[in-house]
């Protein structure tokens, strides 16, 4: 790409239009849209003014919004018009969603009135809604129609639909009768009416599902479209595959992000500034800061106690196998937890599962952590002979430090155990009391892991070490 960028200024600088408009048209508008954003930003408006109006309208949308406000602030109103006029609705909402008022102000002046009232219609809908999504170009046809008569009604108005694979049936009073396609039609004798070769087992979602769910419905039932139905069942629109790409797409990203502990974000990254990246990131920082204050008072307490109990290379050794501890038990914690969350937005994990997905954990636990414990323990032996070599291995500390040894692995293995605990279960916890399941992966089962494991660790230590050996 970055080649044809700069074959593209060469055009550009030497005026030859012709050529240059003879490859763009060759090009798909998505690559058009690649091609732009390696540019500068004045040659956009020549080159996108070289386009058909339909490819041109095509690769608008496929632009990001920070491009597309720059050309639609350079467009005059009839250029404007033009690209509007050949936009689907769906796209047009996005576009509309994403613009500063003054931008919006002069979309909408351009576009013609029915444009216009179903731009706002839709955007009455809650912001990931499947009625905020859809669109309502699609074709619908009658029970009583002939295979004749559809087909000369799909010829004269499915110029202008988004899909005319899928053709909805609908009654008088716009409720969903079922659907029929393309194939069948064609393959159909002329005087069949629709009723009779409509599918009426029509799988549908209300305006004000969540799109997410639409998305996964998509994916689950290898749709191409949606037919979107009101509490009345009647039909309003449809929701095409290419939404539900982009839908999941936009969903795994901001799981990955909250994941991560950052507020989500709806730019890419090299088009967001350092500002606007602190003010997502800070929030959290200092929220799991702050909430790192219960370890520090648990080291601290332990701490003290320790210097009191112990001899101080006990202490020191027990110190030194915090870290471990904590990555071991965060690690583990975090397996669970984003297994346990790809089963939640997939669907195939419900609350109802949950003494299941225990269990399952419990028994995974039981063995993750007698391995990570006897390796921890061979560890922790082969690093003693080394310090104690020769003559000196069996000396005065050996037995104090058999026993950190076997404490630490027992503090490993009920660590693994419990963080897998709280990594299956908060999640689905999350996700039955309204909260998103992601927000409970990552640095919040951290965190917990983190007290618990101390808690443990320093626990079993005064159980089990005897204090202040000779």
């Not at 689907?88 to 444009?115: G, H, S």
């Not at 079922?178 to 209300?206: F, H, K, W």
């Not at 009391?433 to 007290?451: L, S």
Request: aromatic fraction near 8%; glycine fraction near 4%; proline fraction near 4%.
């Amino acid at each position: 790409m970055a080649n044809l960028a700069t074959a593209i200024t060469s055009l550009i600088e030497s005026k030859k239009y012709g050529t240059l408009r003879d490859i763009l048209v060759t090009m798909n508008a998505a690559d058009i849209a690649a091609l732009f954003e390696d540019l500068e930003p004045e040659m956009l408006p020549r080159l996108f003014r070289l386009l058909p109006k339909e490819l041109a309208a095509d690769t608008f949308v496929e632009m990001d919004s920070d491009s597309q406000e720059m050309l639609i602030k350079g467009f005059s109103d009839s250029e404007l018009k033009e690209v509007i006029d050949e936009l689907y609705i769906d796209d047009a909402v996005d576009i509309v969603e994403e613009m500063p008022a003054n931008v919006v102000k002069r979309i909408l002046a351009q576009a013609d009135p029915d444009t216009r009232k179903l731009i706002n219609e839709l955007l009455k809908y809650p912001d990931d809604s499947a009625g905020s999504m859809m669109t309502t170009e699609y074709v619908e046809l009658r029970p009583n129609l002939t295979v004749e008569d559809a087909i000369k009604t799909i010829r004269r108005t499915g110029i202008d639909k988004e899909t005319i694979n899928i053709c909805y049936v609908t009654r008088a009073d716009r409720t969903l009768y079922g659907y029929v396609t393309i194939r069948r039609l064609i393959l159909s004798q002329p005087e069949m009416t629709i009723g009779d070769l409509a599918e009426t087992n029509v799988i549908s979602c209300r305006t004000m599902d969540d799109q997410e769910t639409v998305a996964q419905t998509l994916s689950k039932y290898d749709l191409l479209a949606l037919p979107v139905v009101d509490g009345e069942n009647r039909l309003v629109g449809i929701v095409t595959v290419d939404d539900a790409i982009d839908v999941l797409q936009e969903e795994a990203t901001e799981d990955i992000e909250k994941m991560a502990a950052i507020t989500p974000s709806d730019k890419p990254y090299l088009k967001t500034g350092v500002l606007a990246l602190y003010v997502h990131r800070i929030p959290w920082l200092c929220i799991l800061m702050v909430a790192a204050i219960f370890t520090e008072l648990v080291i601290n307490h332990f701490s003290n106690l320790m210097s009191v109990q112990f001899q101080s290379f006990i202490s020191a050794m027990l110190l030194a196998c915090i870290p471990m501890l904590m990555d071991t038990g965060g690690n583990a914690g975090n397996q669970a937890s984003v297994t346990i969350i790809r089963g939640i937005s997939l669907g195939e994990i419900e609350f109802k599962d949950l003494p299941r997905v225990i269990f399952k954990e419990w028994r995974i636990s039981l063995l993750a952590g007698a391995t990570l414990a006897v390796v921890n323990f061979g560890k922790m032996m082969l690093m003693y002979a080394i310090v104690y070599s020769g003559p000196d291995y069996f000396n005065h500390q050996f037995a104090p430090y058999l026993l950190v040894a076997v404490t630490v692995s027992i503090a490993l293995c009920c660590t693994v155990f419990l963080a897998k605990f709280i990594g299956c279960s908060l999640p689905i916890l999350a996700k039955k009391i309204g909260f998103d399941p992601a927000v409970m992966a990552g640095p919040f089962i951290t965190t917990i892991v983190d007290v618990t494991s101390l808690l443990i660790l320093f626990g079993l230590a005064l159980m089990v070490v005897p204090h202040n050996v000779v």
